[in-house]
């Protein structure tokens, strides 16, 4: 059973009216070091029987999860520190640290992290005495990262100081930007790697930052020299790196190139042309014990990145941030196919005029994410054989194009056609404007929280002897991301609130407590029967 226990406690940089959370059970103990949880796991197997037909088999597994309490001092570096979201993610941190305050035509805005699940979003933990719904801040179930507390940095090959690329960016009010620029103007970022090939190139002029020479295993060793010199500085803990840099083009993956860890680290220490970026700093970050997170929609993870993850013992995230547009594709699909209609054709248009957009206005760029934003309909699709025959899909067209006036304020259009009763036909059009930055600057903070979180959980299957963590692909994070890297023979659920529901379903199993199911099987007893129970 869960009881809710009242204080006085708020939280930092952000009002909360929320209370402590604690759980009272045989199944969990708190100590100084851990929470401690013994929890049964309920699962179906299903065997195909010639005439029996589809044939389900209840299993329970028990497991016991085991969660460190105390949060270690953590760094996040950003690759592209000096983009819109690495602006937008630091003078969002130093806002809400100062709680600082600015007047809109609205009114006095406050600096707040609405949009993170983490810190923002709600999940119901019980009843009260009166049959009420109570519900609890994510962060107060298990002890979290608090973004106040973490420490930024990063790389960018433009050595423009945060508080002009703030300015540059147009994201923030000018009010509050009159406010932060002291504070990011001091704040410069490292150079970064630059490969001409693998991004656009309208980048080069910005490029005035970059490692020098063509050798990339000095780069990976600057990287790597940079990692370690971040957290011996601010004497951290931990440091979770996260790209959030251009979209590069996809590589190839190439048979004794990037197949396995040890060809990976050769090809890096040859200076193959097959090697990106992203995958130098993804490697840098595996071998200084570093997760790493990719923000953009290329193909960073290769096979022999997951070996060496592997190897290592840190965790991957990714693919490409899921704020907008796919996101919102990501609830109107599995809507209507759960609904038992039947999407023919969804077509989105969507133009922008950010650095992120005249990056995609090169084809190789644009076709990293049109692919990371093509898949996001198929589970959801394949979950149906009454409305869809296998290797049927609805038609999917995706176009991007820049427009440099509207800046960050991204504008999406979407029509979703679906077949309905007799025949009929029914035709859905949105549109939907996006902050861009303003939407990924909670995702990128919710990224490194999780991951994090996920660095102190321990799990224990029955039978086992010993804990381990969870495997290295944190397929946990899939909420936050348009193309969900997943562990090899698991499923990819794109659909949001699955994804959100298995993230407060792993907190909750980490207090012990079971799955929320929605089912209210007791309130649908009659009130007799039910009152005494």
């Known amino acids: 059973s869960a009881q809710v226990v009242h204080s006085s406690r708020s939280g930092r940089g952000q009002s909360s009216t929320m209370e402590d959370f604690k759980v009272e059970s045989k199944n969990v103990a708190y100590c100084d070091d851990y929470i401690t949880a013994q929890y049964h796991y309920d699962e179906t197997r299903i065997v195909r029987s010639s005439n029996q037909g589809l044939v389900a088999r209840p299993m329970r597994r028990r497991y016991v999860l085991r969660t460190k309490r105390k949060v270690p001092k953590t760094g996040l570096m950003l690759v592209g520190w000096g983009g819109n979201n690495g602006t937008t993610v630091t003078g969002g941190i130093i806002a809400n640290k100062a709680k600082m305050t600015w007047k809109t035509k609205e009114g006095l805005q406050t600096a707040d992290y609405v949009g993170s699940l983490t810190q ?147 090809s890096i220490r040859s200076s193959h042309a097959e090697v990106s970026p992203s995958t130098i700093y993804a490697v840098a970050s595996a071998l200084e014990g570093c997760s790493f997170i990719n923000g953009s929609p290329q193909n960073t993870f290769v096979p022999g990145l997951i070996e060496l993850a592997e190897r290592c013992g840190v965790f991957l995230g990714g693919d490409d941030f899921k704020s907008g547009q796919t996101k919102m594709k990501s609830v109107m699909v599995d809507f209507l196919v759960s ?82 009763f007799m025949g009929g036909l029914n035709t859905i059009v949105m549109h939907n404007t996006c902050e861009d930055s303003l939407l990924a600057s909670p995702l990128i903070l919710d990224l490194a929280i999780l991951t994090e979180l996920c660095q ?78």
Not at 180 to 187: A, D, F, Q, S
Not at 367 to 376: A, F, L, W
């Open 120 to 266: 923002s979003a709600t999940m119901k933990v019980g009843d009260d005495e009166e049959g009420r719904e109570i519900y609890t801040t994510l962060k107060s179930v298990v002890p979290m990262l608090d973004p106040n507390d973490m420490v930024l940095g990063g790389w960018d090959i433009s050595k423009m100081n945060l508080g002009d690329a703030m300015e540059r960016a147009c994201v923030f009010p000018e009010p509050l930007q009159r406010q932060l620029k002291k504070h990011l103007t001091p704040l410069v970022p490292l150079p970064g790697i630059y490969y001409p090939d693998f991004i656009a190139a309208n980048q080069e002029e910005r490029a005035d930052n970059v490692l020098p020479g063509k050798d990339k295993q000095k780069h990976l060793q600057t990287i790597r020299g940079d990692i370690r010199r971040f957290k011996k500085a601010n004497g951290l803990d931990k440091v979770i790196v996260l790209w959030t840099a251009n979209t590069e083009r996809m590589c190839d993956v190439i048979s004794g190139v990037n197949d396995t860890a040890d060809n990976l680290l050769r």
């Open 339 to 420: 609904s038992g209609l039947k999407p023919v054709s969804v077509v989105s248009y969507n133009h922008l005029g950010n650095n992120d957009g005249r990056n995609l206005s090169e084809a190789k760029q644009f076709r990293s994410k049109e692919i990371s934003k093509s898949n996001v309909v198929d589970d959801m699709v394949n979950s149906n054989r009454v409305l869809y025959q296998p290797g049927e899909k609805p038609d999917h067209l995706v176009v991007i194009k820049y427009v440099p006036f509207v800046r960050d304020s991204k504008r999406a259009l979407d029509e979703y056609t679906t077949r309905i």
């Open 456 to 533: 102190r959980i321990e799990i224990k299957p029955e039978g086992s002897e010993t804990f381990t963590r969870f495997d290295p692909i944190l397929s946990i994070l899939s909420a936050c991301i348009k193309a969900p890297l997943v562990p090899k023979n698991t499923p990819v659920v794109n659909a949001l609130f699955r994804q959100i529901s298995c993230i407060k379903n792993v907190l909750r199993a980490c207090v012990g407590m079971a799955p929320e199911n929605h089912m209210l099987l007791r309130q649908k007893l009659p009130t007799s029967i039910r009152s005494r129970l």
